[in-house]
């Protein structure tokens, strides 16, 4: 028996922490509204005008124009208002990418994030595939920075095909294709596939090589002196960092100079030349600041904290872990706080603290899961074994000349095995995608059952008989976008819960129509959760939102809630709370039975068994949990249904 729902509530740290941010946007927002008007200099003014009125398609041509301002925010703020004004997509989505960059290196994710969506949805407006790939491809970047892999690594692909689908493609198309090569290396590089990345890079690479792009040349080479230090080739992957580093020293590209110094601090900490290594990294450290990227900053202190435990240098080396931790935990770097607290193990290690050390390398091992689970390498794996397989039978076929007739027919026999095993694979997994296709579209039909449909166009319609005009078109766009994001998200296996809630709140408004807009419905997500980069199965909501407004509300009188509650734990869950307080279970259920008619929900049945399918990629299940609510003398005041979902 419960009598109330308690929720989480923040520590008056973490309150005040999320008030700076929250007014620190706020007043940011209010001046960038402002830039149209002040601080923007009548020169730059003219060169706005110019491009909008000779509109250019390409990136390039409006780079060219404004690359030494793409960096101001304020300039591109200016940029982005003025094109939007004057209906000029291709410059609103270039400033709004633009704008996305600069917060992207700002370590403001959340906020990149929002100005890339916008971006790419003004570009498909536009129909501008350069664009569109453009901001498919910073999408993923900021995903990948936030480690959240599949959704980066969905958006790189996606900007890929897209690029490689046009026929002649000029530098702009083939630029994109570069950028999502490079993308896909480095999310296959997070997850230890070495070899696989280093072929993307080299592929980028070799591109860039034809497009004579320094910059991407540079990129590349530090990236796959990553892949080289992590598999031990330490003399390649030194190569690889003084190459890179001199195409950045050519171009001037601090960021770049940083990493490779980062890099190479790394190699010698591996030979045994901490001290060197320390003397880079300050030289590393000091620069990162200046350039307010906390990714880069964090990196930084921690290698710092490394090398300086390699010279029993214990207590430097403890304030610089534990300062690279405390950024990589603010702006949630998953692989920062691993590394870190990897280190912090070593640290404690080297002291003879093994009890602490112990406790961080838990930590590190529980941190590097939520990146190298089995849901981020289902990919890889597929890569994995159509390319042995195909190794196995071909290196097969060339040896069969040359083998005895034993080994021949050992070849054969374990060429076949690899076939067979190959094709229950694939069976399996082809059994499971006719699965999820059929719960798809069982879900789909039951969210536009066409009860529902009447109903809501019938609830319109009234409005619109009574000549309350406003609230009719109110209404009607709602229902419109409805329909859509329904539509849309069907065709998703999963999608951020930031749309999920969006989805729902839209149901909601719709069905309060029918409820004379009694109803009080309320979403609360927890402080320490980011609904952008938490992904469930799609359309999973509603079924409950459903009984609980026609099973638990439609037949109370008085006050009328629905709750919905997202909060998460330290397993690998997050939980969705859904809550009203309607008549109850048991007498919802009496009054189903005196129904002559009585329909059967399948909703919440398709949506376990949706649930069930998704969790396989992961270590723990889903679970729903049913909790009848009582007050003190034990009268029903409502029902809650809690889904648990992994995340890991």
Same mark, same amino acid.
């Given at each position: 028996m419960q009598s109330q729902i308690t929720y989480k509530t923040p520590t008056p740290s973490t309150c005040s922490k999320h008030l700076v941010r929250f007014f620190t946007f706020?007043?940011?927002?209010?001046?960038?509204?402002? *830039?149209?008007?002040?601080?923007?200099?009548?020169?730059?003014?003219? &060169?706005?005008?110019?491009?909008?009125?000779? *509109?250019?398609?390409? /990136?390039?041509?409006?780079? !060219?124009?404004?690359?030494?301002?793409?960096?101001? &925010?304020?300039?591109?703020? /200016?940029? *982005?208002?003025a094109a939007a004004q004057r209906n000029y997509l291709d410059g609103q989505t270039y400033a709004l990418n633009q704008l996305g960059r600069r917060y992207r290196f700002l370590s403001k994710f959340n906020k990149a994030l929002t100005l890339h969506k916008d971006a790419l949805e003004i570009a498909k407006k536009a129909d501008n595939i350069e664009f569109k790939v453009f901001s498919l491809n910073m999408i993923a970047v900021v995903y990948r920075r936030i480690d959240a892999i599949t959704a980066a690594l969905d958006h790189n692909q996606q900007a890929l095909e897209l690029a490689q689908s046009v026929e002649k493609p000029d530098i702009g198309i083939k630029r994109g294709i570069n950028i999502s090569l490079n993308g896909i290396g480095n999310i296959y590089r997070k997850l230890a596939q070495y070899d696989l990345a280093i072929e993307q890079f080299k592929r980028a690479m070799k591109l860039e090589e034809a497009l004579d792009n320094k910059l991407g040349l540079a990129i590349?080479?530090?990236? #796959?002196?990553?892949?080289?230090?992590?598999? !031990?080739?330490?003399?390649?992957?030194?190569?690889? /960092?003084?190459?890179?580093? *001199?195409?950045?020293?050519?171009?001037?590209?601090?960021? !770049?100079?940083?990493?490779?110094?980062? !890099? #190479?601090?790394?190699? /010698?900490?591996?030979?045994?030349?901490?001290?060197?290594?320390?003397?880079i990294l300050e030289q590393a450290l000091k620069a990162s600041e200046g350039l307010g990227n906390k990714s880069i900053v964090s990196s930084v202190h921690i290698t710092m904290g490394w090398a300086l435990t390699e010279l029993e240098r214990y207590e430097e080396a403890e304030d610089h872990l534990l300062e690279g931790l405390s950024i990589a935990e603010e702006y949630n770097f998953i692989s920062g706080i691993a590394e870190a607290y990897t280190f912090l193990s070593d640290l404690y290690t080297a002291q003879g603290d093994y009890q602490k050390a112990l406790v961080f390398y838990k930590l590190a091992l529980s941190f590097q899961s939520k990146v190298r689970n089995n849901k981020n390498i289902r990919y890889v794996y597929d890569m994995i074994i159509k390319k042995d397989s195909q190794e196995v039978i071909s290196n097969f076929q060339q040896d069969a000349h040359k083998k005895n007739t034993t080994l021949l027919i050992s070849g054969i026999v374990l060429a076949l095995l690899a076939g067979i095993f190959y094709i229950l694979y694939r069976q399996y997994q082809l059994k499971n995608d006719k699965k999820l296709l059929t719960l798809e579209q069982s879900m789909l039909r039951s969210q536009m059952n066409p009860h529902f449909l009447f109903n809501s166009l019938n609830s319109i319609k009234l409005y619109i008989i009574n000549n309350e005009q406003k609230n009719a078109v109110h209404y009607l766009n709602k229902f419109s976008k409805l329909v859509r994001k329904i539509l849309e998200s069907s065709s998703m296996r999963e999608i951020p819960l930031a749309e999920e809630l969006e989805t729902v709140e839209l149901y909601m408004n719709i069905e309060n129509i029918r409820f004379s807009n009694e109803i009080d419905f309320r979403v609360r997500v927890d402080d320490d959760i980011d609904p952008h980069t938490i992904k469930i199965p799609s359309l999973i909501l509603q079924p409950f939102l459903e009984n609980a407004l026609w099973h638990g509300l439609s037949s109370k009188t008085g006050e009328k809630k629905i709750g919905l509650h997202v909060s998460k734990d330290h397993n690998d869950f997050i939980h969705i709370a859904i809550t009203d307080n309607g008549i109850g279970r048991a007498a919802a259920e009496?009054?189903?039975?005196?129904?002559?008619?009585?329909?059967?929900?399948?909703?919440?049945?398709? &949506?376990?068994?949706?649930?069930k399918n998704f969790s396989k990629d992961f270590q723990n299940s889903f679970d729903v949990e049913f909790v009848d609510l009582y007050d003190a003398d034990e009268n029903s005041i409502g029902t809650k249904v809690v889904l648990h979902i992994p995340t890991a």
């Amino acid at each position: 028996m419960q009598s109330q729902i308690t929720y989480k509530t923040p520590t008056p740290s973490t309150c005040s922490k999320h008030l700076v941010r929250f007014f620190t946007f706020f007043f940011l927002s209010l001046f960038l509204q402002s *830039a149209s008007s002040q601080s923007v200099p009548a020169h730059f003014k003219k &060169t706005v005008d110019s491009l909008i009125e000779s *509109a250019p398609k390409r /990136y390039s041509e409006i780079h !060219g124009s404004i690359a030494n301002r793409s960096n101001d &925010t304020l300039l591109m703020a /200016y940029f *982005a208002d003025a094109a939007a004004q004057r209906n000029y997509l291709d410059g609103q989505t270039y400033a709004l990418n633009q704008l996305g960059r600069r917060y992207r290196f700002l370590s403001k994710f959340n906020k990149a994030l929002t100005l890339h969506k916008d971006a790419l949805e003004i570009a498909k407006k536009a129909d501008n595939i350069e664009f569109k790939v453009f901001s498919l491809n910073m999408i993923a970047v900021v995903y990948r920075r936030i480690d959240a892999i599949t959704a980066a690594l969905d958006h790189n692909q996606q900007a890929l095909e897209l690029a490689q689908s046009v026929e002649k493609p000029d530098i702009g198309i083939k630029r994109g294709i570069n950028i999502s090569l490079n993308g896909i290396g480095n999310i296959y590089r997070k997850l230890a596939q070495y070899d696989l990345a280093i072929e993307q890079f080299k592929r980028a690479m070799k591109l860039e090589e034809a497009l004579d792009n320094k910059l991407g040349l540079a990129i590349n080479h530090q990236n #796959i002196g990553e892949c080289q230090e992590a598999q !031990g080739n330490l003399k390649e992957a030194l190569e690889s /960092y003084d190459r890179s580093m *001199a195409y950045n020293l050519e171009l001037d590209n601090i960021r !770049g100079q940083i990493f490779c110094k980062n !890099g #190479i601090a790394h190699v /010698y900490i591996h030979e045994g030349r901490a001290d060197e290594a320390v003397a880079i990294l300050e030289q590393a450290l000091k620069a990162s600041e200046g350039l307010g990227n906390k990714s880069i900053v964090s990196s930084v202190h921690i290698t710092m904290g490394w090398a300086l435990t390699e010279l029993e240098r214990y207590e430097e080396a403890e304030d610089h872990l534990l300062e690279g931790l405390s950024i990589a935990e603010e702006y949630n770097f998953i692989s920062g706080i691993a590394e870190a607290y990897t280190f912090l193990s070593d640290l404690y290690t080297a002291q003879g603290d093994y009890q602490k050390a112990l406790v961080f390398y838990k930590l590190a091992l529980s941190f590097q899961s939520k990146v190298r689970n089995n849901k981020n390498i289902r990919y890889v794996y597929d890569m994995i074994i159509k390319k042995d397989s195909q190794e196995v039978i071909s290196n097969f076929q060339q040896d069969a000349h040359k083998k005895n007739t034993t080994l021949l027919i050992s070849g054969i026999v374990l060429a076949l095995l690899a076939g067979i095993f190959y094709i229950l694979y694939r069976q399996y997994q082809l059994k499971n995608d006719k699965k999820l296709l059929t719960l798809e579209q069982s879900m789909l039909r039951s969210q536009m059952n066409p009860h529902f449909l009447f109903n809501s166009l019938n609830s319109i319609k009234l409005y619109i008989i009574n000549n309350e005009q406003k609230n009719a078109v109110h209404y009607l766009n709602k229902f419109s976008k409805l329909v859509r994001k329904i539509l849309e998200s069907s065709s998703m296996r999963e999608i951020p819960l930031a749309e999920e809630l969006e989805t729902v709140e839209l149901y909601m408004n719709i069905e309060n129509i029918r409820f004379s807009n009694e109803i009080d419905f309320r979403v609360r997500v927890d402080d320490d959760i980011d609904p952008h980069t938490i992904k469930i199965p799609s359309l999973i909501l509603q079924p409950f939102l459903e009984n609980a407004l026609w099973h638990g509300l439609s037949s109370k009188t008085g006050e009328k809630k629905i709750g919905l509650h997202v909060s998460k734990d330290h397993n690998d869950f997050i939980h969705i709370a859904i809550t009203d307080n309607g008549i109850g279970r048991a007498a919802a259920e009496k009054i189903k039975q005196n129904k002559v008619l009585k329909r059967k929900s399948v909703g919440i049945e398709i &949506t376990k068994e949706r649930l069930k399918n998704f969790s396989k990629d992961f270590q723990n299940s889903f679970d729903v949990e049913f909790v009848d609510l009582y007050d003190a003398d034990e009268n029903s005041i409502g029902t809650k249904v809690v889904l648990h979902i992994p995340t890991a």
